[in-house]
């Protein structure tokens, strides 16, 4: 019952190790290019100790491709662009500094990996982008990521992964470590288990499909229910954050911070050769704040109420 791909509703990548340093998952036989497209807004509301009000319109478009190279190599290469319209007055406490109209970027992903004789396999994975109220605007308004992963199996069907990350995408550049185990005791349950992250996959049912991930704050939970090969419902809670950097800074270190908390249900049908989503949903938790730059252990916050958000994904492979 996996015809169809439910958008919307993936692991947070990533954010459970450090910025974009969570290696890129072993190949399968679907070589490729995946072309996805979505589009949300968010309605108006209030933020809390100011009479101002919120509201966001957000775009995310992404191309993946994967080809093998000779017979033990992989090579992956991806591109996202991402756009952020903000409706607000509201100054940010302690700056006083405007919250930006627009946030945009983009990012160019590219990987390798190599299978050994042995059956373990070498990744790596290097990322550029810029999301910025001015992107590519400089040297400091650039993110970057760099990872190296080597997976060792373990039986038949498990497998240790260790490895390092480096990144810049909070703020800071250190290296990460990488440990993981991947679970796999069945083809109905799949488990990776790291610090600090889990993620789980249970399939309970031909038609039903449970998810579960989380680690250093984030959780995300979703349930998707198959009707046919080409129609899915699904509900779901997940925390939503990204990072920008304001070009007028004086610290490299300090920066944009969105997050909040999504509940939401939606339907998932597929066009062949297109799969479209439509989500809708409430968020909570939401929290707009930056870096002072003078003391980047402090930062500002919009605190804003919940609101009511809509997203269509459309995507496509071939």
Request: include cysteine; charge should be negative.
């Amino acid at each position: 019952m996996n015809a169809i791909k439910v958008l919307g509703l993936t692991v947070i990548s990533g954010c459970f190790l450090s910025a974009h340093t969570q290696a890129i998952a072993a190949p399968s036989d679907d070589f490729g290019t995946e072309i996805s497209l979505s589009t949300d807004n968010q309605s108006k509301s209030d933020i809390e100790g100011q009479n101002n009000t919120f509201s966001m319109r957000s775009s995310t478009f992404s191309l993946n491709h994967s080809m093998p190279i000779h017979n033990q190599d992989v090579l992956y290469m991806g591109f996202e662009a991402q756009q952020f319209d903000i409706k607000t007055q509201a100054l940010i406490p302690g700056t006083q500094a405007r919250v930006p109209d627009k946030i945009s970027g983009a990012s160019i992903n590219l990987g390798w990996m190599h299978a050994m004789d042995n059956d373990m396999s070498l990744t790596v994975e290097g990322n550029v982008g810029s999301l910025s109220d001015k992107p590519f605007s400089g040297s400091n308004s650039l993110s970057y990521s760099l990872t190296g992963m080597l997976e060792i199996p373990s039986g038949e069907r498990n497998a240790w992964e260790l490895g390092l990350g480096h990144a810049n995408e909070y703020g800071s550049s250190e290296v990460v470590p990488i440990l993981a185990y991947q679970w796999n005791p069945s083809d109905t349950f799949q488990a990776r288990i790291g610090l600090p992250f889990i993620e789980a996959t249970w399939q309970p049912h031909e038609r039903v499909e449970l998810f579960a991930a989380g680690g250093e704050g984030q959780i995300e939970l979703s349930s998707t229910f198959y009707i046919s090969e080409n129609t899915a419902l699904f509900a779901g809670y997940k925390e939503r954050s990204w990072s920008a950097r304001r070009a007028a800074r004086t610290n490299d270190e300090a920066l944009l911070n969105f997050e909040q908390k999504e509940t939401s249900i939606g339907i998932s049908q597929n066009f062949d050769p297109f799969t479209v989503s439509l989500m809708a949903g409430r968020t909570s938790g939401t929290k707009f704040s930056e870096s002072k730059d003078d003391d980047k252990g402090s930062s500002n916050r919009l605190d804003i109420d919940g609101s009511n958000f809509i997203r269509l994904s459309i995507s496509t492979d071939f």
